[in-house]
Structures are given as structure tokens and as C-alpha cells.
């Protein structure tokens, strides 16, 4: 059974810096692409990064030259550098994984808070 086991939220004051992390197990299908989401309270859910299994992103304009994102083939894991965070930035972070022939999969969801 497919899990995507989310890592490294919390609470940062403005200007600080977090990574989450996204580890996803239990299948041999290839994943071809991961990414991050978020959602802030009364908001939809806003795509953040993705990620291909090649290497190609791309970023919402409001994290971009901010955030980083970066994957480990071999782990099936994704990573979110975020710095320079802003209130704004408050929401749960979801992380995604496609897998060929499966379809997406969600993480848990991982809270990033940011405090003026």
C-alpha cells in the first residue's frame, strides 16, 4: 500500500528558513513526478512545487527564488527548501506523488507556520 510520509513543519519566525521532506514507500510502480501543495485556512489548495523524475520544475510565482525543491530518485523521497518564509507562507504543506500506471497519492499533510 502506497504512503507518502510527510516531515519537518513547524513554527519559524519571518525571514527563517525550514525543509520539509516527503518519503513515499510501498509500491515498485515508477514515480515520474512529485510536488508540493499547500492550503491556508479558508483558501484552496495552491500548488507550490513540482518536480519530474528528470529533474525539470517549476515553481508558484510566489515561492519563486525562495523555495527549492529537489528529489532523491533512489529514496522516492522530495525535498522543500523554503527560506526567507513569510507570514503568508502559513499553511499545510501536502506533498504528491504520480506514480505510472497508479495515479497520485497525498501525504498526511505537514503544518508550516510563520509568525510576524
Known amino acids: 500500500q502506497v504512503q507518502l510520509v510527510e516531515s519537518g513543519g513547524g513554527l519559524v519566525q519571518a525571514g527563517g528558513s525550514l525543509r520539509v521532506s516527503c518519503a513515499a514507500s510501498?509500491?515498485?510502480?515508477?514515480?515520474?513526478?512529485q510536488g508540493w501543495y499547500r492550503q491556508a485556512p479558508g483558501k484552496q489548495r495552491e500548488l507550490v512545487a513540482v518536480?519530474?523524475?528528470?529533474?525539470?520544475?517549476k515553481y508558484a510565482d510566489s515561492v519563486a527564488g525562495r523555495f527549492t525543491i529537489s528529489g532523491d530518485n533512489a529514496k522516492n523521497t522530495v525535498y522543500l527548501q523554503m527560506n526567507n518564509l513569510k507570514p503568508e507562507d502559513t499553511a499545510v504543506y501536502y506533498c504528491?506523488?504520480?506514480?505510472?500506471?497508479?495515479?497520485?497519492?497525498w501525504g498526511q499533510g505537514t503544518q508550516v507556520t510563520v509568525s510576524s
Open positions: 510501498g509500491s515498485s510502480f515508477v514515480i515520474n513526478g
Open positions: 518536480i519530474t523524475r528528470g529533474g525539470s520544475t
Open positions: 504528491y506523488a504520480h506514480y505510472v500506471g497508479l495515479g497520485d497519492y
